[in-house]
């Protein structure tokens, strides 16, 4: 069964870089999915060496109907990692790119691509209030990771936009808080205080830094300095995922478990080669009733 995670918080919070994190553990096993629904950061920032082409969510948004078809011609995949695929906006396209949309468009979409994948991570834009894809994202997640920023502007984002977001739909006590891009420098104990308890902590790391501005945010973190960010990360996905990854115990004991989840699990067939043959099913159907046609 499917699983759909939205990844939410204040500007810079690290959404995107989560989101790829994720992803890239997430594909050892499973097919993956990762929506940007910020048409402030493209695909072509985020992966620059990846050609985007024709490809664009904002042309599945405006569509007057949406097709499996037309979503599979839209993903972008990756030659190194055949289980991940991305749709997110073309560098270049601004908000008067495209017609707007519908908040039933909003939630058909997010549904059709729950079904191509075993995991949806949705990277949701900090603008949720005027953007039908991010609200459509936290209400139908299974999981909502909220990324909370370490200084008072993050502080003063939440205050002004949690209140927009009452409605119960939107599940605002179930979702997974956790402190992000914490430095040393900063006075750690007031700003928990600000947001009344947190489940998880991610630092600041310049090596991320380092991967963002290069677009190799799927590159695993190696530095020493990044080991805590690591053991992080294994336990919040352990809370949101199926995958038996944490890192409370010895290392020896992780990889056991890392082991004995292998060998139980069927590797899934590829991402890239599932779009390919259904596109490649779809047009021997329409050449078949073409024929059927003359």
């Known amino acids: 069964m499917s699983k759909i995670i939205a990844i939410w918080g204040s500007p810079n919070s690290g959404k995107t870089t989560l989101s790829m994190k994720l992803a890239k553990i997430l594909s050892k096993n499973n097919n993956v999915m990762v929506l940007c629904t910020d048409i402030i950061t493209p695909l072509g920032v985020i992966l620059p060496f990846v050609k985007e082409e024709d490809k664009s969510l904002g042309k ?115 979702h997974i808080k956790v402190l992000s891009k914490l430095e040393e420098i900063e006075p750690r104990a007031m700003i928990l205080n600000h947001y009344g308890g947190i489940d998880y902590e991610l630092t600041y790391l310049d090596e991320i830094v380092g991967q963002y501005r290069e677009g190799l945010l799927l590159n695993a973190l190696k530095d020493k300095k990044s080991e805590s960010y690591n053991v992080n990360l294994e336990k919040l996905l352990s809370v949101i995922s199926d995958e038996e990854i944490e890192a409370e115990q010895t290392n020896k004991t992780v990889k056991k478990r890392k082991e004995g989840s292998k060998k139980k699990r069927i590797a899934p067939k590829q991402l890239c080669i599932k779009i390919r043959e259904f596109l490649s099913n779809l047009r021997r159907k329409k050449e078949k009733e073409q024929d059927d046609y003359e």
């Open 60 to 174: 599945l948004l405006e569509m007057v109907t949406l097709t499996q078809e037309d979503i599979l011609k839209n993903l972008l995949t990756l030659k190194d990692n055949k289980n991940i695929a991305f749709l997110g906006y073309r560098q270049g396209e601004n908000i008067a790119s495209y017609a707007e949309y519908t908040e039933y468009r909003a939630n058909e979409l997010i549904v059709n691509l729950s079904h191509v994948v075993d995991y949806l991570i949705i990277d949701v834009s900090s603008v949720v209030h005027l953007n039908h894809l991010s609200k459509a994202s936290l209400k139908l997640a299974d999981q909502v990771i909220r990324l909370c920023g370490s200084d008072l502007r993050a502080v003063s984002y939440f205050k002004s936009t949690l209140p927009l977001l009452s409605d119960k739909s939107y599940n605002l006590n179930n």
